[in-house]
């Protein structure tokens, strides 16, 4: 009877190994804990995971807010261990359809990482700016590059 139930968490491991999963739900925090931001996040799927270098990823934020967004921007950060590497800025009607009415919605961006980066722990942050220049939300949160991740063919 041990013996099943060792053999048991082997296999599971081996499924997962053979077969990963096509999206993950990442945690977050929030940039600024406890304040009052106008867009609560819910979730954000990574799809696909593992991330691949040199291959598309969606990142998708579920997210609701109280009143209508007729415009904004995105903002995206990454820091590499605790370097800053990367930062670009998106108009938020090219991420979601606006206007944005109020209720819950999604945000979704797709980026392909070079096939040179290098494995390790990443951290992205994304604020979501207003018309008005204020943020509207901030959030952040951590994914991998592992050392056997694979890179797409050129």
Known sequence: MAARFGLLPALLLAFCLLFPSAAVAASFEYCKKGADYAVNVSGIDISPFPIARGEPTTFTISAYTGDAISEGKLVIDVKYLWFHVYQETHDLCEETSC????????????????????????????????????????????????????????
């Open 99 to 154: 206007p944005v009415s109020a209720g819950a919605f999604e945000l979704s961006h797709k980026q392909t990482l070079p096939g040179v980066t290098p494995p390790g722990w990443y951290t992205l942050t994304m604020t979501m700016i207003g018309e008005d220049g204020k943020p509207l939300t901030c959030i952040t949160f951590d994914f991998s590059i592992g050392f056997m991740s694979s890179v797409a063919d050129s």
